[in-house]
Structures are given as C-alpha cells and as structure tokens.
C-alpha cells in the first residue's frame, strides 16, 4: 500500500513558477512509476507527466512538454512537478499517482488528495 499526499499548490500569476511534491508514506518506488494528472471544473483528468524507476524514463503531456519538468528523489520518497512560464489553462487541481509507466489514469491504483493549482492572469 502507499499514500501520496501533494503540496505546493497555490495561487500565481500567469508567467509564474510553482513546484509541486508528492510525499509518500510507505513504498513509493514499489510501484514502477509515478505521474501527475490534472482536472479543472467540469473536465476530465488529464495526464500531466510520469517517470518510470528502473530507468527514469519521462513523458509529459502534449499541453505542458518544455515548461513543466518532474522529477524524483529516492532517499526522500517523493516525487516532483516543477512548473514554469505557468497559463490561466493551468488552473487545476494536481494529483500524484502511483503505478504503471502510462499516460492514462486507469494504471495507477494509488493516489493522492491533490493540491489546487490557480493561475490568474
């Protein structure tokens, strides 16, 4: 079992940065990866980004490649979201997942609460 808990989230104003950690208690790296999702009012979670352990193999949603950046610490068990040049669009709020190395959601049993995430323009 492994519970995520997200922090980080806040508001900013659109060109601005935020990072994002998801906090694991228990065996985060026994899954094979983590990722983030997003899902703003009245739209469906979207996958933001993922890395796999073994080799942190990366891959990042089509809306957010060359400004968000994830990344892990091992010795920490956590994972982050470094997100930049951020856009109203961004406005969400951002869950961890952990499981497969996938983009979509149904690979990941575990997740977190998630952290809202608001941008104002």
């Known amino acids: 079992q492994v519970q995520l808990v997200e922090s980080g989230g806040g508001l900013v104003q659109a060109g601005g940065s935020l990072r994002l950690t998801c906090a694991a208690a228990g065996r985060l790296f026994s899954s094979k990866s983590a990722g983030w999702f997003r899902q703003a009012p009245g739209k469906e979670r979207e996958f933001v980004a993922a890395?796999?352990?073994?080799?942190?193999?990366?891959v990042y949603g089509d809306s957010v490649k060359d400004r968000f950046t994830i990344s892990r610490d091992s010795a920490r068990n956590a994972v982050y979201l470094q997100m930049n040049s951020l856009q109203v669009d961004d406005t969400a709020v951002y869950y961890c997942a952990a499981g497969a190395f996938s983009v979509y959601r149904a690979y990941y049993p575990f997740w977190g609460q998630g952290t809202q995430v608001t941008v104002s323009a």
């Open positions: 890395i796999r352990w073994r080799d942190d193999a990366i």
